[in-house]
């Protein structure tokens, strides 16, 4: 009875990424970061949007890469002025969708 549930357990604990739904990903192009700070900056404000899981800004690749909580659009419009407010010019923006969680 042990080993049953013990299996049972085992079982729901790794396939339960495969449950948590599918996140948004959104990938914007950011013009006019120079430095770590403006990239720690940007992180900050795209950080702090309602439903956003994690963001990532890259200075080398010039983008933001935003990743959504399960089940969660991203708002286009809030990730944008998010950008401007953090002092830069967003770009061209793609959008997909990521299985599981990351």
Known sequence: MVRIIAL???L???A???W???????EIEVTGMTCPFCVYGTEKKLNQLPG?????VS??????????MPG??????AIRKAIIDAGFTPGNVTADVATGTQ
């Open 52 to 56: 956003v899981d994690e963001a990532e």
């Open 59 to 68: 200075l080398k690749a010039k983008k933001a890469r935003i990743v959504m």
């Open 8 to 10: 049972l357990f085992s």
């Open 20 to 26: 948590a739904g599918q996140q948004q990903v959104v």
């Open 16 to 18: 339960l990424p495969s």
């Open 12 to 14: 729901l604990v790794f």
């Open 72 to 77: 969660e659009n991203a708002d286009l419009d």
